[in-house]
Each structure stands twice: as C-alpha cells, then as structure tokens.
C-alpha cells in the first residue's frame, strides 16, 4: 500500500502538473489535515461511530457542490451561497486553480483567456492566494478546537 507522499507523487508526473511538487504536495496535505478536522468533529458529535460513517457523505458532497469547480458558485441559490465559506475543498480549489493556470501558456492568448476564465469561475484572486492558505489553516484549527469542546461538554 502506497503511503500519502507516494500516491502525490505518482499523481503527479501521471498528470503532469505545472505547478511545483512541493506545492501540490502542501495543497493535498493542508486539504486533508481541514477535511479529517472536519470529520473528527462528526465524529465527536455523535454516539455512534457508525452513525457518524454515515452521516460522511453529509459533509463531503456539499463541498464538491460548493468548491466552484464543477458548479459555478453564481448558480448556488444566493440564500445558500454562504455555505461555501466553511468548505475547505473551496480555499484548496483557488490556491491549486490559481498555481496550475495563473501563467497557463504564454504564447497562445486563446488558451490565456480560457485559464482566467477557470480563475474567475471559481472565484480564484491570485492576489489572495495567501488568505486562502490562512482560511485552511483556520478551519483546521476551528475544527479541532470546536470538537475538543464538544467532547468537554459530553464529559460534563
């Protein structure tokens, strides 16, 4: 069984990214580090652990909707817009979208436009690439510390 540093690896001469390994390596790892956090306080929220494996699919779907990559976000009803701000897959989407095809193909201006097209679908500032960093970071934290207090307070 290949470990996490391996499958990234293998990925990613498979693929054949522009962007740095290093990079591709820390955007999967940071996605993963928020998401398991996510899932831990699932998992202290509920009695059951197989209750909580099945209530999985009720944070992780919601964030292929909302992450802007295969729904454009101006397509989410307005009133459910916000719930996009608390899935990590979003900030992990924008920092790998705009790494890979902030400077797409230099000599072609067509293929250009269809790069900033994708930056702009899924609502992808490079200039805020690095709030994005911070907001994985955050939510990690959030998460964990919202678990630990969810745990104290079924203790109690």
Known sequence: MCSFSQQQLIQYFMIGFQMSFGMMF???YSLAMASTALAVLLG???EDP???QEMLPILFVPQILFAGFFVVPDLIPTWLRWARYLC?????VRVAVVEEFENCNPGK??????????????????DETWWNW?????????????????????AI
């Open 134 to 154: 911070l907001i994985l970071v955050f939510l990690f934290i959030g998460f964990r510390f919202l678990a630990l207090y969810v745990l104290r307070k079924k």
């Open 50 to 52: 197989k209750l909580g």
């Open 26 to 28: 820390a955007i999967n």
């Open 88 to 92: 990590t897959l979003t900030y992990s």
């Open 44 to 46: 202290c929220s509920v």
């Open 109 to 126: 201006p067509e293929a250009n436009d269809a790069c900033n097209e994708l930056i702009e679908t899924v609502d992808a500032n490079p």
